[in-house]
């Protein structure tokens, strides 16, 4: 089956191969271009804007994935933010030809487009950047909650797999709003949960990076909200 995907699909770069993608799976990751929100500490900045022209064309794609078949088992498409990108659902198609698993970063930032997709993905690590009071101070971009927590529930709705994670600063989250959060989490029904501790790679925010962020969030707050989820965890790295 080889579909022809439109020029839309704008590839910033792909990762031949990764062992932290896609949970349990040796995965090549597809980075798309383009994303409407600005979060400060996003580690991809040069992914936000879509350029003209794609800078890696989808047949180097196809061709790297190709070679790589037997070796991965899966492909993520990642960003920048996916769903942006009206040729994702022919390239999820493309990919799932080769044999693949398909798994998929999101934002939320277009929950129809995610909906529409989500039928043929087997995992989606979704990004619940904060409450819904403060989501606009995360992404700098009215309106964003909306779209976020709409995209969660297409998600739950849909039975995939997933995980929901949330990358947190103390400068954007104070402690109790990561309880309220966790709680609305829970409470969705969301089971596989995590809280990624702000690394400054990428970042060119200097408040941001210019906040210790060692001794956060407390051991106290990790315990309590690991007991809402069947899985939860908490990644520092620092």
């Known amino acids: 089956m080889t579909l022809h995907v439109p020029n839309k699909l704008k590839v910033g770069g792909i ?6 993608d896609y949970p349990g799976k040796l995965s090549a990751v597809i980075f798309v271009q383009g994303c409407p929100w600005r979060c400060g500490y996003c580690h991809n900045p040069h992914l936000q804007i879509r350029t003209a022209h794609s800078p890696v064309p989808w047949s180097d794609v196809t061709g790297l994935l190709r ?3 037997g070796l991965i088992d899966a492909v993520v498409f990642s960003g920048g933010e996916p769903t942006m990108d009206p040729g994702l659902e022919a390239a999820i198609h493309e990919v799932r030809s080769l044999g693949f698993l398909v ?3 999101s934002g939320g930032t277009h929950p129809a487009r995610l909906r529409k997709v989500l039928p043929l993905l087997d995992w989606v690590g979704l990004d619940i950047k904060a409450d819904a009071d403060g989501y606009e101070r995360v992404t700098k971009t009215k309106g ?7 995209s969660l529930s297409a998600v739950l709705d849909s039975g995939v797999h997933h995980e929901c994670r949330t990358t947190i600063h103390p400068s954007l ?3 109790d709003q990561l309880r309220t959060l966790a709680r609305r989490l829970a409470g969705a029904g969301v089971t596989h949960y995590a809280l ?6 990428g970042c060119v ?3 941001l990076n210019g906040t210790p962020v060692a001794a956060y969030p407390s051991p106290a707050l990790a315990e309590e909200l690991k007991e809402l989820f069947p899985f939860f965890i908490l990644r520092n790295g620092g």
């Not at 990762?15 to 932290?20: L, S, V």
Request: zero cysteines; proline letters at 6%; hydrophobic letters at 30%.
């Open 67 to 69: 070679r790589r078949v």
């Open 205 to 207: 925010d200097p408040e």
């Open 103 to 105: 798994g998929l970063h």
């Open 173 to 175: 989250h104070s402690e």
């Open 144 to 150: 964003s909650g909306t779209h976020a927590f709409d």
């Open 15 to 20: 990762t031949p191969f990764t062992a932290t």
């Open 196 to 201: 990624q501790v702000f690394r400054a790679t």
